[in-house]
């Protein structure tokens, strides 16, 4: 059973920065896709950053594209979210996702296996 947990949200001013981290206990970490979604309130959950199974592959949502960078350190079993030049629009409850299948990037919810129970950022302008 993969267990996802997420952490480092908080309130931040715009312009700051904020890094999430996802804790998995998953046996073969390195061998799954990983991503960050979140959901705002009204609002479906949308897509973030997404990465590869090894890690050289990312993939980012166009509103976060050069503000936001995906990794990963397997060796640690966890994925990280940088989020520099915060705006009030990225407000919302971040999620942490394992994919389904490791070769396919985790760019959409269908894609995704297992889902972490969030962690609130919200950005004040």
């Known amino acids: 059973q993969v267990q996802l947990v997420e952490s480092g949200g908080g309130l931040v001013q715009a312009g700051g920065s904020l890094r999430l981290s996802c804790a998995a206990s998953?046996?073969?970490?390195?061998?799954?896709?990983m991503a960050w979604f979140r959901q705002a309130p009204g609002k479906e959950r949308e897509f973030v950053a997404a990465i590869s199974w090894n890690g050289p592959s990312t993939y980012y949502a166009d509103s976060v594209k050069g503000r936001f960078t995906i990794s990963r350190d397997n060796a640690k079993n966890t994925v990280y979210l940088q989020m520099n030049s915060l705006k009030p629009e990225d407000t919302a409850v971040y999620y942490c996702?394992?994919?389904?299948?490791?070769?396919?990037?985790?760019?959409?919810?269908?894609?995704?296996?297992?889902w972490g129970q969030g962690t609130q950022v919200t950005v004040s302008s």
């Open positions: 998953i046996r073969t970490f390195s061998s799954y896709s």
């Open positions: 996702a394992a994919g389904k299948n490791p070769l396919v990037p985790v760019t959409t919810t269908q894609r995704v296996g297992s």
